[in-house]
């Protein structure tokens, strides 16, 4: 029901329905959850510094968000493109010694990794 | 009689079919030519001593056959963020450190069905995230006209390799103008194409709808020719261009005349070296006493470029190196649990400025700011993109310094990233915007520094773009060569 | 006391038996030796970039179409991005806004009650690799380490999202059944729960009956066959109320389904994991899908279950036995053309839901390995309606046609079942035994009918049971007028 949700009050969308100009923010990070969403381990001193850096840059940015753009469409692609598909046809797979060759720590025929906490 | 690590591509490929000499004699010198100059720029990760000896002999073999193929035997280099099968990529990473490919790129793949040797990998700031080659995790590249000076980055070892003659052109990429900047600060001739003409299949991704392969060479019909061999649309990556290619080296020789030249007000103004000002000024003369209508022209959403494109490519980048976690290949740091084991490889993979982009990119990205940054950004993109179709409308290209500078001492700038983003000003608006722009060199500083002078074109606008970089390089005659560019210099 | 509503929304993941992988060109079906259906770009190695089947694409309009959706003009990509080994990119590409197909509705019934069930969305992304947990208990919990197989990693995978519309774990599965059977009507998935090719989670809510805002929703995984999906949600239904009666409170969080217990245990609460920083994927380009393309979908929609089972009713099958046939794609075809060479509908469903079926389960057979053929059934049909055969000859015959022995007359006739028709006989027979019996008829001219049966049974022994007892009946009362 998430994506119901999600699918109706999601603000963003591709038509020119954007929410137009954005009033700029005072940039506040919560650095530490940041890192955790990018799985970064940091120290302390590095969360300070990063933090410190992101709000330099995101100030910077902000000229950005002051900037009117009202019934603007946002460009994801450089070319006005649609419609890349490929034939539904098998090409042949990876040979699984070159695909394990590189792995870190595998075990007969399968990639091996430490215990999985259950967040699945 | 001339060394053949001095001879242009065009030069080496005659010289070959008259077999004055082979395409194993060419790759001694180009690697005798490394051999010095490598002790004083580090512009190599990877020297492929074999692999390349195997080419230049199945290349001799061809061309006694009568194998016309122009990049026969030409010893070329490749951006270490290119895939090459069975040759470690890094992406002057940690995190790849000893990655060896199980598959080539596309336009690897291309180049070598072209019969050009591909003589190493070069250094680049790690993921290309970069202007300087300082970013590298294993140590900078230097500037072969002064060492004590970055090549630019972040295809500064390509760029280095083709200034010195450690190859006869190289390939990089160009996502804000990586392939440009060190062009200009080198002294050569550096192509970003339009997005989508080169396959990105192979090409470790750094910002998606921004990346774009290109030439670095010594002389534009080089690097036209180089540019020729890989373009071309590819069943492996949906964003290529699936049309017909355009005829880039076509009108090489044709001149300037009547065409229509704009010059980027906001971009030959303020914050702009007065060297490299007059340098460009003395350009436009030149190419309007050859013929071109030259007029000024203002892009105002240019003021906005840098900080879109500070906000789109570490989003998309934070994604794109998601993938790096010590899961299925390269750096591995343990850990008590998987999760554990991800944090701890990517904190010591991944060097300052990649951590700092994958944050920005993710904070960006991250819940109620979506549309404040990214979405946002993503609409400055088409104001810029309307403001290059209405000066399209009035000119064929239009150009500009390519650098606001020429190169800067190492660690001048690594101090404060904002500085370091402001290097890229005249390049990042054609990567937002997916258009073509490319950069000749047209003179030094006082300091024997170089200056690059930056043509930029419609999408799919190659051919006018050529054009006029070729007649900018007949009127401007630029023959300086590092002094590092010659086999006799001895090892320090 | 409350009387408590529940609110069900399903979640329902269907992998499409396409050739190919969403993304590459590596194999769907693939064997079990793991990683051998691997490629750069299913295994996310550097520089691989994803190309979109355009097979899966028909395959997941096929099913919004089936599923009366509005089929998006205009589609996009979007990158939902989470870190889990068994997802090699650590982003997953998918749907967001602007999926594929939108605002659908599918009805079901639950003995006799219809309900219209909303479709919000459906849409197209792609599946992750396989972990196994290796560790005494086998599972997430106490595991030493996992091993990744990425097989699976890039197979097409549809998710369908419906609206809040299901009330009752019975609505629940009549959803999933009835979606079951669409999805293989179309011939895009085999749709097998027990081997995940056909993946449903539920979220579940109560609230008091008649007040309109949503409890909190918790939601259920992890059920592997539309048996236990029905009990997993009414537990958890149980669960939430008896939580809520003993003035606790429901927490939003992910619930396992445990076969074995049969109950669902804690997993991880939501909120806190949940930023998945969607962004549009700028390695592939927006779908446009045109009206030709749409038409070209409608066109090709196959006879829907829900229309095949009231076709079946059209022709006279009882209304359980019609669905029975709709489910039975070989019975079903038996019956429609059996009924096209002239069987009576009723009877040839109810025999073929009935005797047929039962003779199939004994054989351990197909209908088509066994004698019986459209002919043979609408033969079968005429000659019990004619009165050549009596209701239990004719399930004797079936039998023998079943097994082979022949067409029903020659069956009937081998097994000597028909019934005499010729009058002159069964008179003679009547007539004697009349005379043996002569108190009976007494008791009949004086107008007391009661020994007819008696009478009639013994017609009936001396014919050894082929006569008709109508006949034998008439001819009884004929001679009593005399
Ligand atoms: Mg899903
Ligand atoms: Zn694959």
């Known amino acids: 029901m998430c994506l119901a949700t999600c699918y109706r009050s999601n603000p963003h969308t591709l038509s020119a329905q954007s929410t137009g100009t954005i009033t700029s923010m005072p940039v506040e990070i919560d650095i530490e959850r940041v890192a955790h969403l990018a799985r970064i381990a940091l120290t302390d001193e590095e969360m300070t510094a990063y933090s410190e850096q992101l709000v330099h840059i995101l100030e910077h940015a902000e000229r950005v968000q002051a900037l009117p753009t009202d019934e603007v469409e946002p460009t994801s692609h450089p070319l006005p493109m649609v419609n890349a598909f490929r034939p539904d046809e098998v090409i042949p797979s990876l040979d699984r010694d070159d695909v394990l060759a590189g792995a870190p720590d595998a075990e007969d025929g399968y990639f091996r990794v430490p215990k999985i906490l259950d967040e699945s | ?492 | ?482």
């Open chain 2, 1 to 492: 009689m001339t060394d053949l690590a001095d001879l242009t591509i065009a030069q080496a490929s005659a010289g070959l079919r008259e077999q004055e000499f082979s395409a194993v004699d060419l790759l001694d010198a180009v690697e005798r030519r490394a051999a010095i100059t490598e002790a004083h720029l580090h512009a190599y990760l990877t020297l492929d001593r074999e692999g390349a000896r195997e080419a230049a002999e199945a290349a001799d073999i061809a061309l006694v056959d009568g194998d016309l193929r122009p990049l026969l035997g030409i010893p070329i280099a490749l951006k270490d963020n290119m895939v090459t099968k069975g040759v470690e990529t890094t992406a002057s990473s940690q995190i790849l450190a000893g990655w060896k490919p199980p598959y080539d790129g596309t336009a690897v793949r291309r180049l070598r069905e072209a019969g050009a040797v591909i003589v190493g990998k070069t250094n680049l700031d790690e993921f290309a995230m970069g202007s300087s080659t300082e970013n590298s995790a294993y140590g900078p590249t230097r500037n072969p006209w002064n060492t004590e000076t970055v090549p630019g980055g972040s295809s500064g070892g390509s760029a280095a390799v083709v200034a010195v003659g450690s190859a006869l052109g190289a390939f990089g990429s160009d996502t804000g103008g990586s392939i440009r900047q060190p062009a200009s600060l080198t002294g050569i001739v550096g192509a970003k194409p339009t997005y989508g003409l080169v396959s990105r299949y192979g090409l470790i991704a750094f910002a998606s709808s921004l990346d774009q392969i290109g030439p670095l060479a010594r002389t534009v019909p080089d690097a036209a020719m180089l540019l020729e061999a890989v373009a071309g649309w590819d069943r492996m990556d949906a964003t290529s261009y699936h049309g017909d290619v355009p005829a880039i080296s076509r009108s090489l020789n044709v001149g300037v005349r009547g065409v229509r030249i704009g010059v980027v007000t906001e971009l030959v103004g303020e914050g702009i070296d007065p060297q490299v000002l007059a340098a460009t000024r003395a350009t436009i003369d030149r190419l309007s006493e050859a013929g071109a209508d030259v007029v000024e022209i203002s892009l105002p959403a240019i003021e906005y470029a840098l900080s879109a494109y500070y906000l789109i490519a570490p989003a998309e980048c934070s994604a794109n190196l998601a993938r790096f976690e010590g899961v299925r290949y390269g750096l591995r740091v343990d850990g008590a649990t998987t999760e554990e084991m991800m944090a701890r490889t990517r904190a010591e993979g991944f060097g300052p400025e990649v951590t700092r982009r994958i944050l920005l990119g993710t904070y960006a990205l991250s819940a109620g700011y979506y549309d404040a940054f990214y979405g946002q950004a993503q609409r400055v993109r088409t104001l810029l993109r309307n403001d290059f179709a209405t000066a399209y409308g009035q000119v064929d290209v239009l150009v500009s310094p390519t650098s606001p500078t020429t190169a800067f001492e190492i660690g001048a700038k690594t101090g404060d990233p904002l500085t370091m983003y402001l290097t890229d000003i005249c390049t990042i608006a054609t990567n937002l915007a997916g258009d073509p722009a490319i950069s000749v060199p047209v003179g030094l500083d006082d300091g024997g520094l170089p200056i690059g002078f930056q043509i930029m074109a419609p999408a799919l606008g190659e051919e006018v773009m050529f054009r006029v970089a070729a007649e900018v390089e007949r009127l401007v005659d630029f023959t300086a060569r590092p002094r590092l560019a010659t086999s006799k210099v001895v090892a320090p």
């Open chain 3, 1 to 482: 006391m409350t009387e408590w509503e529940a609110v069900i929304g399903l979640e329902t993941h269907v992998e499409l038996q396409t050739n190919s992988k969403m993304f590459c060109g590596c194999p769907v079906d693939f064997g079990d030796e793991p990683n051998t259906a691997v490629c750069p770009v299913c295994l996310a190695l550097p520089g691989a970039l994803p190309v979109p089947n355009r097979e899966a694409i028909e395959g997941i309009l096929s099913i919004g179409d089936a599923l009366n959706c509005t089929l998006t003009e205009d589609s996009l990509f979007y990158r939902k991005n989470y870190f889990y080994p068994d997802l090699p990119k650590n982003y997953q590409i998918s749907q967001y806004t602007f999926p594929l197909c939108v605002d659908g509705y599918l009805d079901v019934d639950v003995d006799g009650e219809p309900t219209t069930v909303g479709i919000t969305r459906v849409h197209m992304e792609e599946d992750t690799g396989k972990s196994t947990h290796v560790g005494e208990s086998g599972r997430i919990h106490g595991a030493e380490h996992t091993l990744l197989d990425f097989n699976r990693a890039g197979v097409p995978l549809v998710e369908v999202v419906t609206e809040p519309d299901i009330r009752s774990p019975e609505q629940a599965r009549a959803y999933g059944l009835e979606l079951q059977r669409i999805v293989r009507t179309l011939g895009v998935s085999d749709a097998r729960l027990e081997e995940g090719s056909m993946r449903f989670d539920a979220n579940i809510s109560v609230r008091p009956v008649g007040t309109e805002e949503l409890g909190t929703r918790t939601e259920v995984k992890n059920v592997n066959s539309l048996r236990s999906m029905q009990r997993a949600i009414a537990f958890e239904i149980t669960r939430q109320i008896e939580v809520l009666e003993s003035g606790g409170s429901i927490h939003l969080e992910t619930r396992h389904w445990d076969e074995a217990n049969g109950a669902t245990r804690s997993g991880r609460t939501k909120e806190e994991s949940e930023d998945y920083r969607y962004f549009q994927d700028p390695d592939l380009l927006p779908l446009h899908i045109d009206d030709a393309w749409r038409n070209r979908v409608r066109e090709r929609r196959p006879e829907l279950p829900a229309d095949k089972r009231s076709r079946y009713r059209g022709l006279g099958a009882d209304e359980r036995v019609a669905d029975l046939l709709a489910d039975a794609a070989d019975l079903g075809e038996l019956f429609e053309s059996a009924v096209a060479e002239g069987a009576d509908a009723r009877t040839a469903g109810i025999w073929l839901t009935g005797e047929v079926v039962a003779y199939l389960r004994r054989e351990e057979t197909e209908v088509g390995e066994t004698g019986l053929t459209a002919s043979s059934l609408a033969g079968l049909t005429e000659m019990t309606a004619g009165g050549d055969l009596s209701a239990t000859a004719a399930k004797e015959v079936l039998a023998g046609v079943l097994a082979g022995e022949g067409d029903p007359r020659e069956v009937a006739e081998a097994r000597d079942l028909l019934q005499i028709s010729d009058v002159d006989a069964i008179e003679a027979e009547v007539a004697a035994v009349l005379d043996e019996h002569p108190e009976a008829l007494a008791k009949l001219r004086e107008g007391d009918s009661k020994p007819i049966g008696f009478l009639v049974g013994q017609v009936m022994r001396a014919t050894g049971g082929k006569a008709d007892p109508r006949m034998v009946q008439d001819l009884i009362r004929r001679k009593t007028q005399e």
